[in-house]
Each structure stands twice: as structure tokens, then as C-alpha cells.
């Protein structure tokens, strides 16, 4: 119940990713347009088209937590045992769950500091543009919680949170990405 929870708040950013994304590309796409054929353009393009971008980058780290899609490697954890390859990933998470945190405080100030600053073209309160990074420290927060939660239970196995891989070629040599996996003659 909770992953289809999760899954299903996955899939609502995702939409909102694509529609922040459709919204920047007109936005920008026709201030290029008026600037060159009417030597003229709209102020608030470039600002909110900038606030956009920042959200989806945020929002998209909380989907790629989600979907373990961030980089890494393992070259010295495959070769581990599992007891050891556990214990790193525990100490992983929790330096993960360290960065959110400053990451969060860090956020959670300059939100409340620009609360009350006017951005220079629209109007809005700046604290909205920080405000993505408090988003995202808590989603990833919880996702990260509940990944050494699972992880400490042993709810889940050691290699379904091992997903790094040296090439895509040796990925889809190996299963990891099947779909990549190209047929040879």
C-alpha cells in the first residue's frame, strides 16, 4: 500500500515535471520568436521560465531516489561480502540522510529569509524558488528513511539497491537494462 502510494505521487511529479517542462519550452520558445521577428519579448519569460527549471531539477532527484537512479558505483562493494556490503550501505544512508538534512536547513532559511523579497520582474516571493529545495529534502528524506528502514529489516536484498554499473554495455550484458540490450549477427 505505501509503494503504491509513493509510486503514484511518483507519477503525479512526473506530470507536473512535463507540464513545468511544456510551459518553459512555449515560454521561452516565444520570447526567442518576438525578440528576433518583433524585436520585442515578454519580462517574465526568463524568470519564471529559471523558477521552473530549479523545480524540475529538485522534483526529478526525488523520483531518480525513488527509482535508485542517481550515480554511483560499486566496484568495491560487489566484491564484498554481504554483511559488509549491508553495513556500507547503512553508513551510505545515513550520509545521504546527513546531506538532506543540511540541505534542508539550508533551504528552510533561505525560504523564510525571501519570504518576504518581491522577485525584480513578476512579483512572487523568492521564498517559492527555495522553497523547491525544502520539497525535496523532505520527499527524499522519507524515501531515504524508508530505504534503511527496509534495508536495516531486511525487507530488502543487497543488490536491489546495487544498481550502479560500470558501462551500459556491461549493464545490458548483464540484465540490468534489457531493454538497452542490443542483438548482435
Keep these: 500500500m505505501l509503494d ?3 509510486d503514484r505521487s511518483c507519477r503525479c511529479i512526473n506530470l ?3 507540464l513545468a517542462l511544456a510551459v518553459m519550452v512555449l515560454m521561452v520558445f516565444g520570447n526567442v520568436v518576438l525578440r528576433y521577428a518583433f524585436n520585442s519579448g515578454i519580462a517574465i519569460s526568463e524568470e519564471v521560465s529559471r523558477w521552473l527549471f530549479v523545480w524540475i531539477t529538485f522534483l526529478g532527484a526525488v523520483v531518480a531516489i525513488r527509482e535508485h537512479g542517481h550515480l554511483g558505483t560499486d566496484l568495491l562493494l560487489v566484491k564484498l561480502p554481504p554483511w559488509m556490503q549491508r553495513a556500507c550501505l547503512v553508513v551510505a544512508h545515513g550520509l545521504m540522510l546527513f546531506c ?12 523564510r529569509i525571501n519570504l518576504d523579497v518581491e522577485a525584480p520582474v513578476t512579483g512572487a516571493s523568492v521564498g517559492i524558488f527555495y522553497a523547491s529545495g525544502v520539497v525535496f529534502a523532505v520527499a527524499s ?3 531515504l528513511l524508508l530505504n534503511l528502514w527496509r534495508l536495516l529489516s ?6 536491489q539497491l546495487l544498481r550502479a554499473s560500470e558501462s551500459e554495455e556491461l549493464a545490458a550484458l548483464h540484465g540490468v537494462h534489457p531493454e538497452r540490450a542490443e542483438t548482435r549477427p
Design 100 to 111: 538532506t538534512w543540511l540541505l534542508f536547513s539550508g533551504a528552510l532559511a533561505q525560504t
Design 4 to 6: 503504491t502510494l509513493i
Design 154 to 159: 531486511g525487507r530488502v536484498r543487497n543488490d
Design 141 to 143: 528524506g522519507l524515501l
Design 16 to 18: 507536473l515535471i512535463a
